[in-house]
């Protein structure tokens, strides 16, 4: 495998505002798309093709730079990929992520280095060190568009001395690699707004194209995240890209976006549809229910979804379910992924006609 010979220039422009969402146009070379972006993440492209995601309005998915150092073992050449956009025929932007996360929760409290992480490979057993040099140059290897810089992981309600530690580690790690201009700098801090502070100030010190906002977890409380996301918003200049990762709910991503994220991943769509659920607006039909056995309609009548315009109904899909077929869960996926695309457009279109609260009202979401 070769370093990708183009490099990808960022280039993001704000287009409207709404309190405090914006919309725009996120350029990384030759490929663009509008902003707020939804990012599908790994569950959802191992599940569906490019062309089914594309399908569903998917303009962005997610790929880790770990999980392809791991399996290649270190050695580029053992890859078989040049660029990920063939590997995966995926046209459109790919956003890298280091995956240090995940090494972080394989690795012992003692894994924790100045150089990086030290974990052992669940698949082979042998020890590895991760480090944020190898995190950056695979994501250029693999000719992400947006690549995020490497931070060190800790539990969202870790004590205060490890959160502190770690944003002074990621801090001293933002020193020790080039940042190229599609390059997102991490912030991170768990939930102590002082450490959050002092590492957005120092993520804006190394002036990146945008930044990561990390250590959210998903599993806090939808008020709490929307006032964590606040107080960023405040701390990070306007001009750059705001990247969200890992929300857990739909409600959660739709709350990032009203407090001024332009680009927010997550695993909702897959996750609801692996539990039986179809989004129906912000609702949830269960198609597990055994009321459904007999029902002949789509999904939701009158949506464009692939699944709804096929005409699979919610009897046949239940019974899908309970079969335990994973073409179930596929078409369910696909509406959900639709559903879910489809409500982030009319936010941006929101958001473009200065509607954000009315928008956000009709939809029973606190902004």
């Known amino acids: 495998m070769r370093e990708s010979s183009m490099k990808s220039k960022l280039e993001f422009e704000i287009q409207a505002q709404s309190g405090l969402a914006r919309c725009g146009q996120l350029r990384c070379g030759h490929r663009q798309a509008a902003t707020p972006l939804l990012v599908q993440t790994g569950a959802v492209t191992a599940i569906l093709t490019s062309s089914e995601l594309a399908a569903a309005g998917t303009h962005a998915v997610k790929q880790s730079a770990l999980d392809y150092w791991l399996r290649a073992a270190g050695q580029p050449d053992q890859l078989g990929v040049t660029d990920l956009h063939d590997y995966l025929r995926w046209p459109g932007i790919i956003v890298g992520t280091p995956g240090a996360t995940q090494a972080y929760r394989w690795a012992k409290p003692r894994g924790r280095k100045p150089t990086g992480v030290s974990f052992h490979d669940p698949a082979t057993r042998q020890q590895k060190l991760y480090t944020p040099q190898l995190a950056q140059q695979w994501q250029q290897l693999l000719g992400c568009d947006l690549q995020v810089g490497f931070a060190r992981w800790e539990n969202y309600y870790a004590p205060v001395d490890e959160l502190q530690a770690a944003a002074r580690q990621t801090t001293a790690w933002l020193e020790t690699v080039e940042w190229p201009a599609n390059t997102l700098a991490p912030v991170v801090g768990g939930g102590l707004k002082r450490v959050r502070r002092a590492s957005a100030a120092a993520a804006q010190a190394v002036q990146p194209g ?38 857990g709910a739909l409600e959660q991503v739709l709350v990032a976006i009203a407090q001024g994220m332009d680009i927010i991943d997550s695993d909702c769509a897959a996750t609801t549809a692996l539990h039986g659920g179809a989004y129906v607006g912000t609702k949830r039909l269960h198609l597990t229910k055994e009321h459904l056995a007999g029902d002949s309609r789509v999904l939701v009548p009158g949506c464009q979804c692939p699944t709804c315009q096929a005409g699979y109904s919610r009897a046949y899909l239940h019974q899908l379910l309970q079969e335990q077929s994973p073409v179930g869960v596929r078409l369910l996926i696909v509406h959900n992924l639709f559903v879910l695309n489809r409500l982030v457009d009319q936010l941006r279109q929101a958001i473009r006609a200065d509607r954000l609260a009315e928008f956000m009202a009709d939809l029973a979401i606190d902004c």
């Open 210 to 247: 945008g930044y990561a906002l990390l250590g959210i977890d998903p599993a806090v409380k939808l008020a709490e995240q929307r006032r964590i996301l606040g107080e960023l918003t405040a701390l990070l200049p306007e001009a750059g890209v705001r990247y969200l990762p890992t929300c």
